[in-house]
Structures are given as C-alpha cells and as structure tokens.
C-alpha cells in the first residue's frame, strides 16, 4: 500500500531551524516529482517547495527562498525539508505529496499525500 509519512515537525523559537522528512513505502519516489505543503489555520494549503526526483532541479515558494531547502534521498526513497530562520508566519502543518508528472505548486496536481507534522514558531 503506497504510503507517504511525515516527521520532525515541532515547537520552535523565532530565527530557528527544523528538518522535516517524509519517507515513502510502498512505491519508489523516483518516478514523480514530490513536494511541501503548509496549511494554516484558517487558510488554503499552500505550495512551499518541490523538486523533480530524477533531475534535481527545485522550486521555491517566494517566501520560503533562501531559508528554505528541499531534498531527497535515493537509498531512503525518502525528502527532506531543511528549514532555517524560521518566523512565525512559517507556523502550520506541513504535508508533504508525490505528482506523476513534472514538479507542480498546485494541489490538485498531486496524487498522494502525507497525514501532515505540525510546525509552531514562536515569537
């Protein structure tokens, strides 16, 4: 059963890092471009970050750029978002989802997703 789980979110200060990781069974993470999401309350889920599995090349919301990275790793089938200087507004749960297809920063795009880790920044 193809599965994608989340982990590492947390309570963070103001100007701190976390690293999420989303490890993927079931299926092999190398034929779909994968991304992050956040939603917070109250809001639409949004696009973050994605990267395409076989070439490498990222793509970043505007806010995130610089602060932000996106990876993955081939032996783990599992990504990975690095996360530093962490604000407030970076505050929601972050889920993490597979495309068939080139990176997109749609939601309907994506076929698959995680059940979401909570990220909290404080201020």
């Known amino acids: 059963q193809a599965r994608l789980v989340e982990s590492g979110g947390g309570l963070v200060e103001l100007g701190g890092s976390l690293t999420l990781s989303c490890v993927a069974s079931?299926?092999?993470?190398?034929?779909?471009?994968v991304a992050w999401f956040r939603q917070a309350p109250g809001k639409e889920r949004e696009f973050v970050a994605a990267i395409s599995w076989s070439s490498g090349n990222t793509y970043y919301e505007e806010s995130v750029k610089g602060r932000f990275t996106i990876s993955r790793d081939y032996a783990k089938n599992t990504m990975f978002l690095q996360m530093n200087n962490l604000k407030p507004e970076d505050t929601a749960v972050y889920y993490c989802?597979?495309?068939?297809?080139?990176?997109?920063?749609?939601?309907?795009?994506?076929?698959?997703w995680g059940q979401g880790t909570q990220v909290t920044v404080s201020s």
């Open positions: 989802a597979v495309a068939f297809g080139p990176p997109a920063t749609m939601t309907g795009d994506y076929e698959s």
């Open positions: 079931g299926f092999r993470l190398e034929y779909y471009a």
